[in-house]
């Protein structure tokens, strides 16, 4: 019984939280490996990207919340996330042809995008914060808990409970969904072969008829999608902050270049990866321990490797680790 507790709470506050966070940074790492495999350069403006696409979203479920409209048990922010997606695809296109087509025109090296996505991620950050302000911003609503705790108490006759929030299944779902169309649109239509032909050898894709502005359009219409799910789905499951979607860029970034920068099964690997060692990392073990071990064994500190300040340094610790002994990533993507 004491092993069934102890499966019960891991389960609950590391297993289904890491798996529900692994699952909104694939979607954001897997934005930023196409910009990468495809664009050729490490866009530091995404995370401000999916804090964009994000405010648009919550302003649209507050007008619909205050037209009456909802969705009954699932968040009104699925209605408004197709608005946010076409708002977010329009900022990052005329951000492309404002910008970043200059510098393909005349074949920039790809520090010069990297310093010019640095200069539109300050201008995105500032853009959101005075639209919608710095501070925390809750868009959710419906019902909070697919399963309560009380609800599996009384299921199961435990003493320990487990919940399952509507926004952690809806994650899994929603993300689910995304990588398995992205995946489809990328092996099955001509357009996504196209983009992996222009990814994997650009002048050989060029010599073939290739269009490069379409591929390139394609790539920003994808990422605008990803993006502005993946910040919505995080914006669901803990809160809306423009300066934690900031934060989100290293723990993005470190699920990427783990997986293997510019490799898309990569990105989803190296998410999961990053996503349990920051939150078993950070977790307190010691209601675990104390029922697995014996009670003269049990501790009395709260067995905790690092404090919760510091769950983004675990992804630094993570990324650094990659770049010195293997760059390339677990899938062996480009080397960064």
């Given at each position: 019984m004491d092993m069934i507790n102890a499966m019960v709470v891991l389960a609950n506050f590391v297993v289904i939280p890491a798996t529900a966070y692994?699952?909104?940074?694939?979607?954001?790492a897997l934005g930023v490996t196409l910009i990468y495999g495809i664009l050729r350069f490490s866009n530091f403006a995404h995370g401000d990207t999916m804090a964009f696409g994000t405010m648009v979203v919550i302003l649209a479920t507050?007008?619909?919340?205050?037209?009456?409209?909802?969705?009954?048990?699932?968040?009104?922010?699925?209605?408004?996330?197709p608005v946010g997606i076409a708002a977010c695809a329009v900022l990052v296109i005329l951000t492309d042809r404002a910008v970043y087509a200059h510098y393909r025109r005349i074949k920039a090296p790809p520090i010069t995008f990297v310093i010019a996505s640095l200069g539109v991620m300050f201008i995105l950050n500032g853009l959101v914060r005075f639209v919608i302000g710095p501070d925390d911003q809750s868009f959710a609503d419906g019902a909070r808990f697919l399963i309560s705790v009380r609800d599996f108490r009384e299921m199961t006759g435990l003493p320990e409970g487990l919940a399952?929030?509507?926004?952690?299944?809806?994650?899994?779902?929603?993300?689910?969904?995304?990588?398995?169309?992205l995946f489809w649109f990328l092996n099955r239509t001509r357009t996504g072969k196209s983009m992996r032909a222009y990814s994997d050898n650009e002048d050989l894709a060029l010599l073939s008829g290739i269009n490069p502005e379409r591929v390139v359009l394609y790539t920003w219409l994808i990422v605008a999608a990803l993006a502005t799910t993946a910040g919505v789905l995080y914006g669901l499951d803990?809160?809306?902050?423009p300066f934690v979607y900031f934060q989100l860029l290293l723990p993005i970034f470190a699920s990427a270049i783990v997986g293997g920068l510019g490799n898309p099964l990569g990105a989803i690997a190296g998410a999961f990866v990053v996503?349990?060692?920051?939150?078993?990392?950070?977790y307190a073990f010691?209601?675990?321990?104390g029922y697995?071990?014996?009670?003269?064994?049990?501790?009395?500190?709260?067995?905790?490797?690092l404090s919760t300040d510091y769950k983004f340094a675990v992804s630094f610790m993570i990324l650094v680790i990659v770049l010195l002994f293997r760059p390339t990533g677990l899938f062996r993507g480009k080397s960064v």
């Open positions: 692994g699952a909104q940074l694939a979607l954001g507050w007008g619909l919340q205050g037209a009456g409209i909802s969705l009954g048990p699932l968040p009104t922010a699925l209605l408004a996330l399952i929030r509507t926004s952690q299944a809806l994650t899994l779902v929603t993300a689910a969904i995304a990588v398995a169309a803990k809160s809306f902050r996503a349990y060692s920051e939150v078993a990392v950070t010691k209601k675990v321990l697995v071990l014996p009670e003269a064994w049990a501790p009395d500190s709260l067995a905790q490797l």
